[in-house]
């Protein structure tokens, strides 16, 4: 099975900075496409960036653009999240995530179509 691992959630003030990371173990070949979900306590797990690694494009939900930077060192085999300009709505579990199914946007794809998961890495941000 491929694992995924999470790192780099954590506590920062408004307006801090984090780095997350995605290392895959045991993989035979990537996905169509990578992602980065959240989901807060009581609220479902939205979609905040994704990758589609045949040629690196990338898409961003609007709560997130210009702040917030998806991208991938294939040499290391990791997903990577910057986060910038933190807002306490920013505040959930993290995690990423793998799609094999190809022929549809990774922008338009379902958590129920990522069928490789993290095990999610906390991220809060005080005001």
């Known amino acids: 099975q491929v694992q995924l691992v999470e790192s780099g959630g954590g506590s920062v003030q408004v307006g801090g900075s984090l780095r997350l990371s995605c290392q895959a173990f045991g993989y035979t070949y990537s996905p169509y496409c990578m992602a980065w979900f959240r989901q807060a306590p009581g609220k479902e797990r939205e979609g905040v960036a994704n990758?589609?690694?045949?040629?690196?494009?990338?898409s961003y939900a609007d709560s997130v653009k210009g702040r917030f930077t998806i991208s991938r060192d294939n040499a290391k085999n990791t997903l990577y999240l910057q986060m910038n300009s933190l807002k306490p709505e920013d505040t959930a579990m993290y995690y990423c995530?793998?799609?094999?199914?190809?022929?549809?946007?990774?922008?338009?794809?379902?958590?129920?179509?990522?069928?490789?998961w993290g095990q999610g890495t906390q991220v809060t941000v005080s005001s």
């Open positions: 990758i589609y690694t045949p040629d690196s494009g990338t």
């Open positions: 995530a793998g799609s094999y199914s190809p022929g549809r946007l990774c922008s338009e794809r379902r958590p129920d179509e990522y069928t490789i």
